[in-house]
């Protein structure tokens, strides 16, 4: 079982920039991938971005790609999702992810934390 907690999360304008973090614990080394998920007011809870523990590969969804960069340190099992070029269509609860899987062609989540709000203003 992995546990996660995010931090980072809040307002900012449309264009600005905003840095996420997940510390994670617990048997992070059987993870495939820590992910971050989110989720908007009425909308099912979409995958953002995911980080493969075994050699760092990254995978994005198309929405966020060249602007949002997912990183993490392993020795402090953490992981981060610096968010740039911010828009109000990227306001929602953000989920880490600490056991992310892909099956077929979609990523999904377990292990979830308890998520952090960002609001992206116009």
């Known amino acids: 079982q992995v546990h996660v907690e995010e931090s980072g999360g809040g307002l900012v304008q449309a264009g600005g920039s905003l840095r996420l973090s997940c510390a994670a614990s617990?048997?992070?080394?059987?993870?495939?991938?820590m992910g971050w998920f989110r989720q908007a007011p009425g909308k099912e809870r979409e995958f953002v971005a995911c980080?493969?523990?075994?050699?760092?590969?990254?995978y994005y969804a198309d929405s966020v790609k060249g602007r949002f960069t997912i990183s993490s340190d392993n020795v402090k099992n953490m992981v981060y999702l610096q968010m740039s070029s911010l828009k109000p269509e990227d306001t929602a609860v953000y989920y880490c992810?600490?056991?992310?899987?892909?099956?077929?062609?979609?990523?999904?989540?377990?292990?979830w934390g308890q998520g952090t709000q960002v609001t992206v203003s116009s």
């Open positions: 992810a600490g056991n992310t899987q892909l099956y077929g062609s979609t990523w999904y989540g377990g292990s």
């Open positions: 617990g048997r992070t080394f059987n993870s495939y991938a």
């Open positions: 980080i493969r523990r075994r050699d760092g590969r990254t």
